[in-house]
């Protein structure tokens, strides 16, 4: 994570930009006459919000940590796509 204050973030736009999308670069941007924000790739934010999504009720939550559980466990089953 990268912290720049408004005024060089502005005047370099186009460079912190590429940062944080090519790089994955998070930027927060300090403002002193303001609250600070956070740049980040959009895609990473998608992420964050499936991930969000998928761990906001309980039972999905249990769900998730028993596949895992079992994943590193190596007791899983293997199954076949199933195309239509």
């Given at each position: 994570?990268?912290?720049?204050?408004?005024?060089?973030?502005?005047?370099?736009?186009?460079?912190?930009?590429?940062?944080?999308n090519d790089d994955r670069e998070?930027?927060?941007?300090?403002?002193?006459?303001g609250k600070n924000v956070v740049?980040?790739?959009?895609?990473?934010?998608?992420?964050?919000?499936?991930?969000?999504?998928?761990?906001?009720?309980?039972?999905?939550?249990?769900?998730?940590?028993?596949?895992?559980?079992?994943?590193?466990?190596?007791?899983?089953?293997?199954?076949?796509?199933?195309?239509?």
């Open positions: 994570m990268r912290v720049v204050n408004y005024s060089d973030f502005r005047n370099n736009l186009a460079q912190n930009l590429n940062a944080v998070i930027v927060v941007v300090s403002r002193t006459k740049v980040m790739d959009l895609d990473e934010y998608n992420a964050i919000q499936e991930t969000l999504h998928l761990t906001s009720n309980a039972t999905n939550r249990q769900r998730l940590t028993e596949s895992l559980q079992e994943m590193h466990a190596g007791t899983f089953k293997a199954h076949k796509l199933i195309e239509k």
